[in-house]
């Protein structure tokens, strides 16, 4: 492939240019070891840099396929059998792979958005020895996975950090957010205490804080009897009956109260993550593993799947469909990304900024402020 300085940026964080693309900064610095260099702070960088692949002897091909096959629930035993890699091997591309898709999700998913209605819930998920919980939230109009918590216990610590997620993919200026759980009580505090935002009053001390308007919560319990559901308890908590009906028509999620949509997503979750939680030492480290299983798969969903319910009639004939994802249904992208693709997406840093120094900004500050940070 034939490197293009215009789709990359600076990676060195003191750098004035960092993160900006189609600057003029960046020119090839060898083809032969397919590096980069910055023109701003004259560092040079390699093309796998702030990617998976990045220092690795294996080929690029082939982690992208070790990780195609976790991702997927394949065994890590069965891939070091095939590959003849070693196991350490594998879980060091897991983690890698899982820690890139985190900041790629952080980056492109969390990021202000109408969500409409969003869905809840909690799995068990089986480790050795102890049993772990996972919580997820997903938007239902787009079907996007929004984030996930990880813990020991399905307690108030874990539903808050699952709801922190949801709100750092939320806008405070939507008409509404509906959210759907089962019928966990932890959800209603969890949501109250973090759909907040802090009035200035011009005082100091701790600022008033006040609730999101509309901010809808229903509940739907499943009652069993010998193992089978025979009903559902649809409950309303946080909202007017007229305005839940208006965001549920809205969401093209059933026109109901229903919590339908987590629970196929948490289908596929543990149906993938089954054989990645079985191998690890410690309690911390396990977790850890989940976590890092838990953006593999939750990003390959969001980015390389297309989804049967979000494909749109094509324009030729009106018998050709228009495959989406839910990321392209949420116009984070325009096409179905190959994992390839996702596991080599440069995640930009934030702009930069000048060290804060006493008295006056110097004139040369002022022009690099004025150069990179428009
Ligand atoms: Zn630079």
């Known amino acids: 492939m034939a490197l293009n300085p215009l789709t990359v940026f600076c990676r060195n964080m003191q750098c004035p240019a960092r993160g900006k693309t189609n600057a003029g900064n960046i020119g090839v610095h060898s083809l032969k070891a397919r590096r980069y260099k910055c023109a701003v702070c ?34 890590p035993q069965a891939i070091v059998a095939a590959f003849a890699l070693d196991e350490r091997t594998v879980a060091s591309w897991r983690d890698r792979a899982g820690q890139h898709c985190q900041a ?10 109408d969500l409409g209605q969003v869905q809840m819930d909690e799995i068990r998920v089986k480790q050795q020895g102890h049993i772990g919980w996972m919580a997820l939230a997903l938007m239902v109009s787009t079907r996007l996975w929004l984030g996930g918590a990880v813990g020991l216990s399905r307690d108030a610590n874990l539903i808050t950090r699952l709801v922190e997620k949801v709100r750092a993919c939320a806008s405070a200026l939507c008409l509404g957010l509906l959210f759907c759980t089962d019928g966990l009580k932890t959800y209603i505090s969890a949501i109250g205490r973090v759909f907040r935002e802090a009035v200035p009053s011009g005082q ?68 993938c993550l089954s054989s990645l939680v079985r191998r ?13 299983g838990m953006y593999l798969v939750g990003t390959i969903y969001n980015f390389c799947c297309a989804h049967q319910s979000l494909r749109l009639p094509g324009l030729i ?37 000048p060290p804060k120094r006493r008295g006056r900004v110097s004139r040369a500050t002022k022009q690099l402020l004025a150069r990179w940070c428009q």
């Open 42 to 75: 004259q560092k040079t960088f390699t093309q796998t840099a702030g990617t998976p692949f990045y220092r690795l002897r294996h080929s690029a091909e082939l982690v992208t396929k070790v990780i195609t096959l976790l991702a997927h629930g394949c065994p």
């Open 104 to 113: 790629v999700q952080e980056h492109l998913v969390e990021v202000p958005r």
């Open 204 to 271: 100091t001390g701790r600022p008033r804080l006040q609730a999101w308007k509309n901010i809808f919560i229903a509940q739907s319990v499943k009652q069993y009897e010998h193992g089978r559901v025979v009903g559902i308890d649809r409950r309303i908590i946080a909202g007017q009956a007229a305005d839940i009906e208006a965001m549920l028509e809205g969401s093209q999620g059933g026109g109901v109260i229903n919590t339908a949509f987590i629970e196929r997503l948490n289908a596929t979750f543990r149906q």
């Open 280 to 292: 690890g030492r410690g309690l911390a480290r396990q977790s850890r593993t989940l976590e890092m």
């Open 317 to 353: 004939g009106g018998h050709k469909w228009l495959e989406r994802t839910p990321a392209m249904a949420a116009a984070i992208s325009d096409h179905r990304w190959s994992v390839s693709e996702l596991l080599s997406y440069h995640v930009a840093p934030a702009p930069w900024q």
